[in-house]
């Protein structure tokens, strides 16, 4: 015959299984409730891609047809070979991809040096010439415009790409140095303490030790450099002034005449800027997550 205790602690069971079944009810509303926010938020960002693509895809007609037509029909392929051999953007993507690649070389590995020298080499007024690096973030390109455009000039820069690479040489920027500084800095001590005891120096240390394990932080930076170089059109317009230096920015730029823009190719044209751009965050998303994620974990 059953005691009172038993009865006691069966009633606390079916407590605690009702207790669980809302709980787990109530996950799965909020479980579900998150993923149709983050697929409606997907679906509106997409959009002006998607009516991009759909678009470049349209007669110059069709783009401007009410009720709004999202599949193209019919399909106008030549707009992209109509597009791309009006302008020679074989030229442009040349021109730019030689600003891209000397920007990410330059920008990788300077900012990870002084990144290492602020993070991990004690000397007076680090954190002073620190704040005074931090400090320059707050001034707007448009007010370094002049002095540098004057600077360039008489250096004999001008219509040549050195003002757009050389520069980025020297640091790196600072938004950079701040962001592999605080990688470097959650990288446990042991590790460069045990590679002084085997007399290992302090380029050593940044170059077999922390820059491998920096793998995840270098790459979103030289995801930020890329999409900086490749997007960038003020500073091509200031300083280049043949068009066989022009970059695909100012080669989309001088896309629309002065009196009728054809949109179907302007698109068209946009388009295949883009793709590279899409292509790259598709094969380095993974370390390009991680790098965000893990910067900043050890203050």
């Known amino acids: 015959m059953a005691t009172i205790d038993q009865f006691a602690e069966e009633a606390v069971l079916k407590t605690q299984a009702k207790r669980k079944q809302v709980y787990q009810n109530g ?12 697929i409606l938020m997907a679906i509106v960002m997409l959009l002006p ?13 069709q783009i401007f047809s009410y009720p709004p037509q999202w599949i193209p029909d019919p399909i106008q392929w030549e707009n992209y070979s109509k597009a791309l051999s009006i302008k020679p953007f074989g030229l442009y993507l040349v021109n730019t991809l030689k600003i891209v690649v000397l920007n990410v070389v330059a920008v990788v590995f300077s900012s990870s040096f002084c990144a290492y020298g602020f993070a991990r080499i004690r000397f007076w007024g680090r954190d002073f010439w620190f704040g005074i690096v931090m400090a320059t973030l707050f001034l707007p390109y448009a007010i370094l415009i002049v002095p540098q455009f004057i ?7 001008v219509d040549t790409i050195l003002p ?3 520069p980025l040489f020297f640091g790196g920027g600072a938004f950079n140095i ?4 605080q990688f470097f800095r ?9 590679a002084r005891i085997d007399g290992c120096g302090e380029f050593g240390i940044y ?12 790459i979103t930076v030289a995801i930020f450099t890329f999409l900086n170089a490749w997007n960038d059109l003020l500073g091509p317009i200031i300083y280049l002034r043949s068009p066989a230096n022009f970059t695909v920015a100012v080669g989309l730029a001088s896309f629309r005449s002065t009196l009728d823009v054809s949109w179907d190719l302007q698109l068209a044209a946009t388009t295949s800027v883009i793709v590279p751009i899409i292509i790259l965050f598709f094969f380095t998303q993974r370390y390009f997550i991680k790098g965000i994620v893990m910067t900043g974990l050890k203050g």
Do not use: C, H
């Open 49 to 61: 891609f998607i009516w991009l693509v759909s678009s470049s895809l349209k007669s110059q007609n």
């Open 186 to 194: 959650s990288i446990p001590e042991e590790l460069a303490d045990a």
């Open 207 to 218: 170059w077999r030790i922390m820059l491998p394990l920096a793998k995840p932080a270098l």
């Open 151 to 157: 600077i360039f000039t008489r250096l004999g820069w």
């Open 27 to 38: 996950d799965r509303f909020w479980n579900s409730l998150n993923a149709g926010l983050l």
């Open 164 to 166: 757009l690479t050389v």
């Open 178 to 181: 701040f962001l592999l500084r």
